[in-house]
């Protein structure tokens, strides 16, 4: 299997040296007001490999809390076709998520199905959203998207709350590497007023051999037209605004132009890797504004639009004006 063109797939085989590899479930509520998120994954470092499950949980009361439950590496297993992984009891795959968490500050059991995952247009020079940067094997951190958007049907406990996902909406992508960025923005969201729309953006501090630049990667999806920007491709960025809360990207390419303004007043600290140790301590939000706005070369508007269930990490911020 070409894992280039599958990231979903378990990149790692031997644990020789510091790594992590992580996927990210997200599950909204067709009214907005749940969302729930599932980061199962491995890392090793010097005292050792495990494997572990990070869980988000966006309540109807707009509390966030965070939870970490660490298990054995041995806990850890997978398959690559039909791809799935399991950690203790708990099954993650492209067609349903079946998990079964009882811990001291986290109980969970779910049973919720995935359907009609929305996957990215690629080729042979992008084989996945990191395009030709998927194929140099020292980058610091690689990055998948499995799906943009996809149905969901089926219930989930959460200490003691149940919460129906039935017709709600999920996103799934994952990284791997040795270490996240030191520096940078992601916004996701596919809970647009026009149903087809998703959004996905990432600006990092990429290093690169012995020099580091600022590296970007946008998707945008809307009546089954894909709109991409990254670095890779030509496209040209510009940070407007950066605070601790908010970010405005103007974004543009040969055909198009997108305008990005994220604002969020609700983080939660989560772990992140550093030389595969997880405990670099980021920010995330589940309840951030983003607002976009579509151009073609002429001018004309194809899309203006917000979602009021945005995922944003905004970490050191020391990406450039």
Not at 104 to 115: G, T, Y
Not at 191 to 212: K, M, N, Q, R, Y
Not at 263 to 288: Q, R, V
């Amino acid at each position: 299997m070409n894992k280039h063109k599958h990231p979903e797939t378990f990149q790692k085989r031997k644990y020789n040296k510091s790594y992590f590899e992580g996927w990210y479930y997200k599950q909204v509520t067709s009214d907005g007001k749940n969302t729930v998120c599932f980061i199962p994954g491995v890392n090793l470092d010097k005292s050792g490999a495990k494997s572990f499950i990070q869980c988000l949980h966006l309540n109807q009361n707009n509390e966030l809390n965070t939870y970490m439950i660490d298990y054995p590496i041995g806990a850890f297993s997978n398959v690559d076709n039909p791809f799935s992984i399991s950690i203790n009891n708990n099954y993650f795959s492209k067609d349903c998520l079946k998990l079964d968490i009882d811990s001291e500050k986290l109980k969970v059991n779910v049973i919720v199905k995935l359907i009609d995952l929305t996957p990215i247009v690629t080729s042979a020079l992008s084989p996945n959203i990191m395009g030709f940067f998927s194929y140099i094997p020292f980058m610091e951190c690689k990055h998948g998207i499995i799906s943009m958007s996809h149905q969901l049907s089926g219930t989930l406990k959460v200490n003691g709350e149940v919460i129906d996902f039935t017709g709600g909406k999920g996103y799934i992508e994952k990284d791997w590497g040795r270490s996240f960025p030191k520096s940078y923005v992601w916004i996701q969201s596919n809970h647009f007023e026009d149903s087809t729309t998703g959004l996905f953006c990432s600006v990092a501090t990429i290093p690169f051999l012995s020099f580091s630049f600022t590296g970007f990667i946008c998707n945008l999806i809307h009546q089954g037209v894909e709109y991409r920007f990254a670095t890779y491709n030509g496209s040209k960025l510009n940070v407007n605004k950066r605070t601790d809360t908010s970010v405005h990207l103007d974004l543009r390419n040969k055909k198009y132009y997108l305008k990005i303004k994220g604002e969020a007043a609700l983080f939660k600290k989560l772990l992140a890797p550093k030389l595969g140790i997880m405990d670099k301590t980021i920010k995330e939000g589940l309840s951030g504004k983003v607002e976009i706005l579509l151009k073609n070369q002429k001018g004309h508007i194809i899309l203006k639009s917000k979602s009021y269930q945005c995922g944003m990490e905004l970490v050191d911020m020391l990406i450039p004006k």
